[in-house]
């Protein structure tokens, strides 16, 4: 006779579960506290042009978006269908750019105010009127690196 004898019918140990809501609920506002939602909704139709030579933005906090488009359907009846400039969340004149750029200049430390970039993103069949109303605004508030958004080709 051995010393040692098979143990037979030796079942593993199951698994504790009772952390696992905890392990979800962690995750969960990790994520919600993580996500950076829309800051403002689209109002204008923009389908930008595509483009081979392209490079990223590395700092998104000092960049300043400039939407100018047609109004999407649901604007349509209230503002027609010519192109509009959006700043932020709502339509504006060309004259109120200065105004957006400050208050942008105002939310960033002045060591970093040289950084800040205005991007562009402009829908292929405007008209090139609204944009030079817009450029000439960006060169009066003297907000002179300007980048014009584009998807890759």
Do not use: C, W
Request: charged share 25%; glycine share 6%; aromatic share 8%.
């Amino acid at each position: 006779m051995s010393k040692f004898q098979k143990k037979q019918g030796k079942a593993s140990p199951k698994v504790n579960t009772a952390s696992l809501p905890d392990i979800i609920f962690m995750l969960l506002f990790f994520f919600m506290v993580v996500t950076v939602l829309r800051d403002s909704e689209l109002m204008v139709r923009v389908t930008t042009p595509t483009a081979t030579e392209l490079t990223k933005l590395e700092r998104k906090s000092l960049v300043n978006t400039i939407y100018i488009g047609r109004p999407v359907q649901k604007y349509e009846g209230i503002y027609g269908t010519a192109p509009q400039i959006q700043l932020g969340d709502k339509f504006s004149k060309s004259r109120e750019i200065r105004a957006f750029i400050e208050q942008h200049r105002v939310s960033v430390p002045e060591n970093q105010h040289g950084s800040i970039t205005s991007s562009l993103k402009i829908d292929g069949d405007v008209t090139m009127g609204i944009v030079t109303d817009a450029k000439i605004e960006l060169r009066k508030a003297g907000q002179l690196k300007v980048n014009y958004s584009a998807k890759p080709k």
